[in-house]
């Protein structure tokens, strides 16, 4: 297969930048020069920038547009004004997640969505399938591309670079950066605050020239998604393929606060309601290491008498906790701070149940 590469392929390279398949993307995992380690100190500590360009974007316009989203996706547009954003989650009818993504609601005609790469032409044919007359569905993937700016100093680095910064948690707005015209949502994946820019593909080259320009005396570091992944498992925060798939519905990935169970349809729906009244469906928590193991996905999650109660989705060591900490998917059996085992390599490594986050977050502070 051969790999799409972002429009920033060329500055990765020079950066010394290791890659790895993302969605069909050859993307950054790590920069030469201290490795997820360092990235991952750095957004945490200081400001980190990521590019996320791999990740889907589509259109959603026309008369009603809103309307016609909102009976797709799971959470209730009606719920929020033009210029702010949602998460929300694409379900089959089985309830099973296609997907989960960002939802920005320019207008009342509009919405712009930015889903995870691999799924993006799946959500992109669902909505066509569905969408009325009059409702255009545009696949524009390739047609924009996405910089994450993470961390405490996040702020400082907009205002270096003339960036509105005073907008609320998961609302978004213009701004230019030598004359270069972009979107700046205040979201992010990492727990710590910060804001992603959408900006035209063919002009993206100088937006992060500038970026990392500016942010140079604040101490940035080009971020891979390597760093990304530890980060937002620090947070809970689930992966579509780990977390959320065609087999783990939002009930079970514990996301129902995305769904607008009071709205009268929604794909998957009734499957949905089902599974939060019937309660019999596993559910994900958190893991902390009593020791020094490190959960990997597909690890098998036990109770003390041996009994099989899960599997981990998510594990890796927490360079801010420095243990071990996963995501796993158990039975409802299991409560906040029992202690289970989990196979590591063939040793039976015990690991407290917990709840996510694992790091307080800081991506709503004023």
Known sequence: MVLLLSPLHQRHEALGAKFSEFGGWSMPLEYAGGGVLAEHKAVREAVGLFD????GKALVRGSGAVDFVNRCLTNDLGKIAPGKAQYTLCCSEDGGTVDDLIAYLRSEFEVFLIPNAANTAEVVRRLRAAAPEGIEVENQHRDFAVLAIQGPLSDELLDALGLPSDHDYMSFTKGTIDDVELTVCRTGYTGERGYELVVAAEEVVPVWDAVMAAGESLGIRACGLGARDTLRTEMGYPLHGHELSAEVSPV????????GWSKPTFWGKEALERQREEKTVRTLRGLLAQGRGIPRPGMAVHAADGGVLGEVTSGTFSPTLRQG?????LDRTVAD???????????QQEFTVTKPPFVEPSTKED
């Open 252 to 259: 079970m990935a514990r996301a129902g606060w995305a769904v």
């Open 52 to 55: 996320v360009s791999h990740l």
């Open 325 to 329: 900490i996963g995501l796993a998917l």
């Open 337 to 347: 701070g029992d202690t289970v085992t989990v196979d590591v390599r063939g040793r």
